[in-house]
């Protein structure tokens, strides 16, 4: 317990020290965020882990995106285990840049997590010729 919440007070100073750059972190993150975001038959949920990952993402000031397509990332093999551990954070400045942005779990393969892409939409730009 303690290693993560150092690991998250690292995490929030590298972020803060950033500054005012874009900001895109993702990868399996290891954590939820609320007790819907984990099911299994043995659920065990730490309400003091998903605070620690909550206060890391409010002290950070990062977005944690709805994700489309799939409500979890991560499987066990008993056909009962799942979570939602991978997701991208952004900060309020790549929000700006790109505001359309949507985070897709794809369809699992091999693996026991999800493939997880963030799209972000192109502003389209009409330009006309005379």
Not at 25 to 53: I, T, Y
Not at 99 to 108: F, G, K, N
Request: contains cysteine.
């Amino acid at each position: 317990m303690v290693e993560k919440q150092l690991l998250w007070d690292n995490m929030t100073s590298f972020v803060l020290a950033i500054g005012d750059e874009n900001v895109c972190l993702c990868g399996d993150f290891n954590s939820v965020r609320s007790v819907e975001e984990r099911k299994s038959r043995n659920m065990v949920f730490r309400q003091m882990d998903a605070d620690m990952f909550n206060k890391f993402i409010e002290d950070s000031f990062l977005v944690d995106m709805l994700i489309c397509g799939r409500i979890f990332t991560w499987y066990r093999g008993d056909g009962y285990s799942v979570s939602l551990l991978d997701r991208f954070l952004l900060s309020d400045n790549w929000c700006s840049m790109w505001p359309h942005c949507d985070q897709v779990a794809l369809q699992r393969g091999l693996s026991n997590h999800v493939p997880l892409v963030l799209h972000v939409c192109a502003r389209d730009f009409q330009v006309s010729i005379h």
